[in-house]
Nanobody
Framework: QVQVAESGGGLVQTGGSLRLSCAAS????????MGWFRQAPGKEREFVAA????????AYADTVKGRFTISRDNAPNTVFLQMDSLEPGDTAIYFC???????????????????WGQGTQVTVSS
């Protein structure tokens, strides 16, 4: 059973920063492709950022490019999302996802990920 757990959400003012963490565990020696998605009230879940299984490739949504940075820790299957210059439009529940990769490329579709965390709330006040 693969488990994905996020942490680090909270309330921040416009222009502030937050750092989200995510760890995937449950399968010995497995290395996952991992990504971040978000869902605002009344909207569909959307891609935010992701990296491939070894962290060599990353991808970002246009709306966060230049403000958010995804990175991989030395600990296996642990990723971070550094969010800077936050805007009210970034308010959403942020979900971390993991997938056993069949490709060296970054996965950016929700349907490509089999394992999801419960989500962590990020609220940006104006």
């Amino acid at each position: 059973q693969v488990q994905v757990a996020e942490s680090g959400g909270g309330l921040v003012q416009t222009g502030g920063s937050l750092r989200l963490s995510c760890a995937a565990s449950g399968r010995t020696f497995a290395v996952y492709a991992m990504g971040w998605f978000r869902q605002a009230p009344g909207k569909e879940r959307e891609f935010v950022a992701a990296l491939n299984w070894n962290g060599a490739r990353t991808a970002y949504a246009d709306t966060v490019k230049g403000r958010f940075t995804i990175s991989r820790d030395n600990a296996p299957n642990t990723v971070f999302l550094q969010m800077d210059s936050l805007e009210p439009g970034d308010t959403a529940i942020y979900f971390c996802a993991a997938a056993l990769p069949r490709t060296p490329y970054v996965l950016i579709e929700t349907t490509e990920y089999a394992h999801w965390g419960q989500g962590t709330q990020v609220t940006v006040s104006s």
